[in-house]
């Protein structure tokens, strides 16, 4: 099969695999993470523009948070689905070995990534996980968890291991601190670090204005005006 042929019939099949997803892994996630991850791709080279389309529609495919905690469902679903088109073996393999290592799991767990393709894809998804857009993400997230939007009994707690982080049952503010403001210092690619450095000012700006309308900072009791 034409990889063209290929991609779109990839397409079609994540997109009915991820529909009414209301997560924030839906299918827009996965267009979106797509479209910057070819982005960052034309300011690095070279690179195989097939494994990034592959990878980058693929990644979220059957996620451990979803698949009652399987780190490797992912790669798995992606696997026999690729095989299942006839992709060459060996970019089944590159495929799958990002797909297995693309998600954050904790804020001390070293990042396996090794490919720069895999690397691109990375970066394009964790984009998403910042800005307005990470913001709008979290908070979707932590109701689909339950989680409480803030908590101030509890602290935010730095994970060192993939276990803690899968259980850890903090509130949604605490996610920022124990990941999404970390991840502009992870980045893979220059373009990505420049990306993540306005986003991630953003979403120190609403943080600050969220603590100062929690404590009522911008309320006043009397007007004058
Ligand atoms: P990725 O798609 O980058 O692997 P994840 O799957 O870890 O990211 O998370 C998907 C989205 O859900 C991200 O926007 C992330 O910030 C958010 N998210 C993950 N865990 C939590 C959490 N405990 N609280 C709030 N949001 C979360
Ligand atoms: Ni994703």
Same mark, same amino acid.
């Given at each position: 099969?034409?990889?063209?042929?290929?991609?779109?019939?990839?397409?079609?099949?994540?997109?009915?695999?991820?529909?009414?997803?209301?997560?924030?892994?839906?299918?827009?996630?996965?267009?979106?993470?797509?479209?910057?991850?070819?982005?960052?791709?034309?300011?690095?080279?070279?690179?195989?523009? =097939?494994?990034?389309?592959?990878?980058?529609?693929?990644?979220?495919?059957?996620?451990?948070?979803?698949?009652?905690?399987?780190?490797?469902? &992912?790669?798995?679903? &992606?696997?026999?689905?690729?095989?299942?088109?006839?992709?060459?073996?060996?970019?089944?393999?590159?495929?799958?070995?990002?797909?297995? /290592?693309?998600?954050?799991?904790?804020? %001390?767990?070293? /990042?396996?990534?090794?490919?720069?393709?895999?690397?691109?894809?990375?970066?394009?998804?964790? *984009?998403? &996980?910042? %800005?307005?857009?990470?913001?709008?993400?979290?908070?979707?997230?932590?109701? =689909?968890?339950?989680?409480? *939007?803030?908590?101030?009994?509890?602290?935010?707690?730095?994970?060192?291991?993939?276990?803690?982080?899968? /259980?850890? %049952?903090?509130?949604?503010?605490?996610?920022?601190?124990?990941? *999404? *403001?970390?991840?502009?210092?992870?980045? /893979?690619?220059?373009?990505?670090?420049?990306?993540?450095?306005?986003?991630?000012?953003?979403?120190?700006?609403?943080?600050?204005? =969220?603590?100062?309308?929690?404590?009522?900072?911008?309320?006043?009791?009397?007007?004058?005006?």
């Amino acid at each position: 099969m034409h990889h063209d042929s290929i991609v779109r019939k990839t397409e079609a099949f994540v997109k009915e695999q991820l529909s009414g997803d209301s997560t924030g892994h839906d299918w827009w996630h996965i267009q979106r993470v797509l479209k910057t991850a070819l982005s960052i791709a034309e300011q690095e080279s070279p690179v195989d523009l =097939f494994v990034i389309r592959l990878a980058a529609l693929l990644h979220d495919i059957g996620d451990w948070k979803f698949s009652g905690g399987d780190e490797m469902a &992912a790669a798995r679903q &992606a696997h026999s689905w690729l095989v299942g088109v006839a992709v060459e073996e060996g970019t089944v393999e590159q495929v799958c070995e990002i797909v297995a /290592n693309v998600s954050f799991k904790g804020a %001390g767990v070293k /990042n396996m990534m090794k490919s720069l393709e895999g690397k691109i894809v990375q970066d394009a998804d964790r *984009l998403d &996980a910042l %800005g307005a857009i990470g913001i709008a993400r979290a908070f979707s997230y932590g109701g =689909f968890k339950g989680q409480a *939007l803030h908590d101030p009994s509890t602290g935010p707690q730095y994970h060192s291991s993939f276990e803690e982080y899968k /259980n850890s %049952g903090g509130s949604t503010i605490n996610h920022f601190h124990e990941k *999404l *403001l970390l991840l502009e210092d992870q980045m /893979n690619t220059a373009a990505g670090r420049r990306i993540a450095k306005t986003r991630t000012e953003f979403m120190e700006t609403f943080l600050s204005r =969220f603590h100062l309308e929690w404590h009522g900072g911008d309320v006043r009791l009397t007007t004058d005006d």
